[in-house]
């Protein structure tokens, strides 16, 4: 989101341009000046015909001066006087016509201060609306917080199957209103801190496939009330007030196939109780407290699994590969 200036910086900015703009037009005056001297200087300088010249140089010629032609002080010829007379007079015009044009701010451009844009909840008005009349089975919040009143009207997007909002705060008020939503398959909530409360009211959303809560706020109970999601596939959770029995809840929801803790210190026995869970493929951990001992366990009781820690592969992984490729 680009960043706003205030009043007193916008008026600062527009006295500096302005005090720019004057030094610019003083120089363009002064050389326009110092233009013209030189040019009226140049006329008044005596010119020498092209036979005095021609006869100059043949004098030399016949006196045996070898370097008389190629001399520095070699007087001008009149076409070459006439020909930089003409580019003074056009160098100076074009320069006085430019500083006379800066001087009554012909080029002078004010300050812009931009629009303030719309507030969240008008900006949320036009996103809902659009989604409605279009029938949109998406909606993606981003640029602007969003809080529970504006949430409030999502459930009426009943073909809504994908719901993701990145800024703002969702409590588990609510969330109750999301997990009506007939058709929700995928639900990614940042920096709302949903508790056992609104865990609970998600454990209603039956056809709930992609659940991500990066900065949750249950606990294990809150986690092993989602067992009831049958269809649950994608669980991405992060809460400070998880630990190791998180793995226990977790192990409840066997319809899981990948699951990525966020911040959640689980051992060595937590990580062992997940890797056995039945269907798991995908295993992601960041800041767990799995020792190398652990891991080198995983990598050999169970090389299937794709495993990252902290965002990447381990050394000991038979499936690492660079994810920049």
Same mark, same amino acid.
């Given at each position: 989101m680009p960043l ?5 910086a ?6 500096r341009?302005?005090?720019s703009?004057?030094?610019?037009r003083?120089d ?10 030189r ?12 036979q ?13 001066d070898?370097d ?16 930089q007379?003409?580019?003074?007079l056009?160098?100076s015009? @074009? *320069?006085a016509?430019?500083? &006379?044009l ?5 080029? %002078?451009?004010? =300050?812009?201060? $931009? ?5 969240p909840?008008v900006?949320?008005?036009?996103l ?15 640029g ?10 999502i ?6 199957? @994908? *719901?993701?909002i990145?800024? &703002? ?6 969330? %109750?209103?999301? =997990?009506k939503? $007939? ?10 801190p949903i ?34 999601? @049958?269809?649950l ?13 998180? =793995? ?7 319809s899981l196939?990948?699951i ?9 026995e ?21 020792t190398?001992?652990?891991?080198a366990?995983?990598?050999r009781?169970?090389?299937?699994l794709?495993?990252?820690?902290d ?9 690492a ?5």
């Amino acid at each position: 989101m680009p960043l706003r200036r205030r009043p007193d910086a916008t008026i600062q900015v527009a006295i500096r341009v302005g005090m720019s703009l004057t030094a610019v037009r003083r120089d363009l005056s002064f050389l326009a000046h110092n233009f013209v001297s030189r040019f009226l200087h140049a006329c008044d300088r005596p010119m020498v015909s092209d036979q005095e010249v021609t006869s100059t140089v043949d004098d030399s010629v016949s006196r045996g001066d070898s370097d008389a032609v190629t001399a520095p002080n070699s007087p001008i010829s009149a076409r070459d006087r006439r020909r930089q007379t003409l580019l003074f007079l056009c160098f100076s015009t @074009t *320069l006085a016509v430019v500083a &006379g044009l800066w001087w009554y701010d012909y080029f %002078e451009t004010s =300050a812009i201060i $931009p629009e303030k844009g719309d507030p969240p909840g008008v900006r949320f008005e036009k996103l809902y609306q659009a989604n409605l009349k279009g029938n949109d089975s998406k909606l993606h919040i981003e640029g602007f917080p969003v809080d529970d009143s504006m949430v409030s009207q999502i459930a009426e997007l009943e073909s809504l199957e @994908t *719901l993701i909002i990145d800024e &703002g705060i969702v409590t588990d008020e609510a969330i %109750e209103l999301i =997990a009506k939503l $007939p058709k929700l398959r995928q639900l990614r909530l940042r920096l709302s801190p949903i508790g056992d409360a609104g865990f609970q009211q998600l454990s209603n959303c039956e056809s709930l496939w992609f659940l991500n809560l990066p900065h949750a706020a249950c606990t294990s109970g809150g986690v092993a009330s989602l067992k009831s999601l @049958t269809k649950l596939r994608q669980l991405r959770l992060g809460s400070k007030n998880l630990d190791n029995r998180a =793995a226990n809840a977790l192990t409840q929801i066997r319809s899981l196939r990948g699951i990525h803790l966020i911040g959640v210190p689980i051992t060595d026995e937590g990580l062992k109780k997940i890797a056995a869970m039945p269907y798991l493929e995908s295993l992601y951990l960041d800041d767990s407290a799995v020792t190398e001992a652990g891991w080198a366990w995983l990598f050999r009781e169970y090389p299937h699994l794709h495993v990252h820690i902290d965002q990447y592969h381990h050394d000991r992984d038979p499936k690492a590969h660079d994810h920049r490729n």
